[in-house]
């Protein structure tokens, strides 16, 4: 018998099939680019991912503010960020600075003001929440 979550999961896609149709050769693109974006932490501009694609800037910028909502530049940060954030928690020995520099940023200040403007606050109080947020747990 089929777990309900299964069934759950193909009358969403049955639903969006048949309110949106079946993907056309940009959405499918717009999905490589994320793939590539996820997978490859060593394109940090959008020209870069648009040779990566094979496909001119604009058009890069186009097909992402159009399937994601995002410009190609706002993807790439938000992959940093997810990876800066993950260092923070996972590698208490590295240094903001050490995150930043590792993940391309010019400087720590750089980081320090993505971080703050996506999160709304800094990538060091991120961290002493975190290790808080794992001591509460490892005390119950």
Do not use: C, K
Not at 13 to 25: C, F, I, K, S
Not at 129 to 135: F, H, L, N, P, S
């Amino acid at each position: 018998m089929e777990s309900g979550g299964r069934r759950a999961a193909d009358a969403l896609a049955a639903w969006v099939g048949r309110h949106t149709g079946p993907l056309n050769d940009l959405a499918l693109m717009a999905n490589a680019m994320e793939d590539t974006v996820a997978s490859d932490r060593s394109i940090l501009r959008t020209d870069r991912l648009a040779g990566r694609l094979s496909i001119s800037t604009r058009s890069l910028q186009r097909l992402s503010e159009r399937y994601i909502g995002l410009t190609p530049l706002a993807v790439i940060r938000r992959y940093r960020l997810q990876e800066a954030a993950q260092r923070l928690r996972e590698e208490s020995a590295l240094t903001v600075a050490q995150v930043a520099a590792e993940l391309g940023y010019a400087d720590h200040s750089h980081l320090t003001a993505d971080f703050r403007r996506v999160l709304g606050f800094s990538p060091s109080l991120y961290r002493q929440q975190t290790i808080r947020d794992r001591q509460a747990l490892s005390d119950r």
